[in-house]
Structures are given as structure tokens and as C-alpha cells.
């Protein structure tokens, strides 16, 4: 079966740097999602991404976030100054259409943030 | 708006059955089912679409009331590798296709 990868699988940052977290998701997927789960709670909705823009994000993606598709094969997820809260695991997500299609998630990445 | 998952956790001996709730508030457009084990990522067991239909995946099915805005999942004779984490996700209609809102989880642990 086909998967999404991310890499890296491990982040550790200090509070107050940059980090990219990369993805490539499945190659005829059109919509691209990425999702955080903290330590021990529930995975939450980020932002969905069709057609190069942004088409929805929570309230969890400030101006801190941001979302890019480079190069037609990656999809990144930046976090512009990273702070202790945003220690979690970073999942990508892509599915081939919008509507009540199964979503394929990458192993994620643990980003950790000291 | 998260959907609410009942019970918050359960625990079964190897072939007992078990039934995880779903409900929202919410008119839905489908609800997606995955399992997640400590550490990995979340696994996709099955999606239902409104319509109130009834899927199944080997001993674990799962049915979706359009009525009451709410899906359970069933797991029959419930083995060892059953157990993990196990989240609902729904889809709402409008804008928000595709994007899935997640209930907190219920932990299923199966002893032998």
C-alpha cells in the first residue's frame, strides 16, 4: 500500500528556533492535511492544503505556522518560533479527494521543543 | 466542535466484545474510524458515509445513525492486537470536507 512519509522522525529544538517538518505524501493525493497530537491527547486538525492555498486551518495555526508545497512533491509545515507548547507529534495527512475518502497518515514526527 | 467518545477506556479478556460510541453535536457528512497504537501513528479501520450504512472489517464492524448524528464500533471476539487507542473522526459538510474532527479516544486493553 502506498504511505505518506515524514521525516524527521525526531526534532529537538530550543524554544525560540525554526523548524521545518517535512512530508511527502502519497503522489495522486490532492489534499494535504497536517495534525498534532500532545502527548497523551487527541489528534487535532491543523490545517488542510488543496490547490497550492490554504483551504481551512484551526485556531491552533497562528502566524507562527505556516504551510508550503515547494517543489509539487513535499508538503512542509514551518513553525516560526518555536515555543515548550508546541512539543508533540506532527502528523501529514493526504487523501486523493475531499469528500469521505480515507485520510493516510505518515509515522509522524516528534517534535520536542527545550 | 470534538465529538464525544464513550466509554474512556475498557478492558476485555481476549474474545469478549466491546462497542466504542460516537456522537456529535453536529450534522455529519461521514465518520472515520482508526486505531491508534502507543507511539505510531493512527491506523484507518473504516469510514462511514451518511445514509446509516454498516461496514465491517473482519471482526470489527461499525454502523453510523444519520439520525442521531452518531457511529459505533463494534469489535467481536476481541484479540490480543486489538488493543490501542481508538479515535473517531467526523466530517462535517460545507467547507469543511475532508478535515477531521477527532473525539478524545477510548482505550481498549485486551489481557489474555
Known amino acids: 500500500e502506498p504511505e505518506v512519509t515524514q521525516t524527521p522522525s525526531h526534532q529537538v529544538t530550543q524554544m525560540g528556533q525554526e523548524v521545518i517538518l517535512r512530508c511527502v505524501p502519497i503522489?495522486?493525493?490532492?489534499?494535504f492535511y497536517w495534525y498534532r497530537q500532545i502527548l497523551g491527547q487527541k489528534v487535532e486538525f491543523l490545517v488542510s492544503?488543496?490547490?497550492?492555498?490554504?483551504?481551512?486551518k484551526s485556531e491552533i495555526f497562528d502566524d507562527q505556522f505556516s504551510v508550503e508545497r515547494p517543489d509539487g512533491s513535499n508538503f512542509t509545515l514551518k513553525i516560526r518560533s518555536t515555543k515548550l507548547e508546541d512539543s508533540a507529534m506532527y502528523f501529514c495527512?493526504?487523501?486523493?479527494?475531499?469528500?469521505?475518502?480515507?485520510?493516510?497518515f505518515g509515522q509522524g514526527t516528534r517534535l520536542t521543543v527545550v | 466542535q470534538q465529538p464525544v467518545q464513550s466509554p474512556q477506556a475498557v478492558i476485555l479478556r481476549e474474545g469478549e466484545d466491546a462497542v466504542i460510541n460516537c456522537s456529535s453535536s453536529?450534522?455529519?457528512?461521514?465518520v472515520h474510524w482508526y486505531r491508534q497504537k502507543h507511539g505510531e501513528a493512527p491506523v484507518f479501520l473504516m469510514i462511514?458515509?451518511?445514509?446509516?450504512e454498516q461496514k465491517g472489517h473482519e471482526k470489527i464492524s461499525a454502523s453510523f445513525n444519520e439520525k442521531k448524528q452518531q457511529s459505533s464500533l463494534y469489535l467481536t471476539a476481541s484479540q490480543l492486537s486489538y488493543s490501542g487507542t481508538y479515535f473517531c473522526?467526523?466530517?462535517?459538510?460545507?467547507?469543511?470536507?475532508?478535515?477531521?474532527?477527532f473525539g478524545q479516544g477510548t482505550i481498549l486493553t485486551v489481557h489474555p
Open positions: 495527512a493526504s487523501s486523493p479527494y475531499r469528500v469521505g475518502e480515507k485520510a493516510f
Open positions: 503522489s495522486n493525493h490532492l489534499y
Open positions: 492544503f488543496y490547490n497550492n492555498e490554504i483551504s481551512e
Open positions: 453536529k450534522a455529519l457528512y461521514s
Open positions: 462511514l458515509l451518511k445514509g446509516g
Open positions: 473522526g467526523t466530517e462535517s459538510g460545507g467547507t469543511s470536507y475532508g478535515k477531521l474532527t
